[in-house]
């Protein structure tokens, strides 16, 4: 179906933002379920082959920064997550704005089964956030607050989603399509955010 005078929504708009995160949770809310899931330690290491296969990755510490993603899995395996259908492909752009001011949500090639808090990292990394926006997002789709175990779950998402997509990235581009600073700023959100981790971790260590 065709949207006839729709527009994509802004990530720097935060009205726009607040609408966005408002129909996801309708989606998280919805009750709705699938028989498939997207498992992020699948797909890094499904990405991993491809890159592999194609003339590997460019970042030397790439070994280092998976030792990290993989402490940080470990830890989200550990928690009590709630399974709900997930959109996964959350961008900006695929966020529709109709004339009549509803909104609709478009490409659902990678939607499974999820923890939500998922869609909202991807967002975050999709339109390329710092940590002030992450943190305003979050306030817009947590609109009663948010925990710091949750906040700190959602660093984690942020971090090991940036490397599943610049290992993404990094496969298109052995096939000749490049991303720029894109795939960059995706590797640096798995580095950035697992130092952020850390520091959240710690601080809650000394608090206690």
């Known amino acids: 179906e065709y949207y006839e005078g729709a527009r994509n929504s802004r990530a720097d708009d935060w009205d ?53 993603m993989n402490e940080l899995m470990d830890q989200l395996d550990a928690m009590q997550r709630p399974r ?21 949500l478009i490409d659902w090639e990678y939607a499974g089964m999820q923890d939500p808090h998922v869609d909202i990292a ?12 992450v943190d305003r997002l979050i306030a ?18 942020i971090a090991a989603c940036g490397l599943l997509w610049s290992n993404w990235c990094e496969y298109k581009r052995n096939l000749g399509v490049e991303f720029g600073e894109y795939s960059l700023r995706q590797y640096r959100y798995a580095k950035d955010y697992y130092r952020i981790v850390q520091e959240e971790l710690k601080k809650q260590g000394e608090e206690k």
Do not use: W
């Open 16 to 68: 726009d933002v607040a609408k966005c995160m408002e129909l996801v949770q309708r989606l998280h809310n919805s009750g709705l379920t699938v028989t498939h899931e997207f498992n992020i330690r699948e797909r890094i290491a499904f990405y991993e082959g491809l890159c592999a296969a194609h003339g590997g990755t460019r970042f030397e510490d790439y070994a280092e920064v998976r030792s990290h």
């Open 84 to 104: 709900v259908l997930s959109h996964i492909d959350s961008v900006a752009d695929n966020f529709l704005f109709l004339p009549d001011g509803s909104v609709r």
């Open 122 to 133: 991807m967002f975050c990394i999709y339109s390329l956030y710092n940590k002030r926006q």
């Open 140 to 157: 817009a789709y947590f609109t009663e607050g948010c925990s710091d175990e949750t906040r700190i779950k959602i660093y984690c998402y």
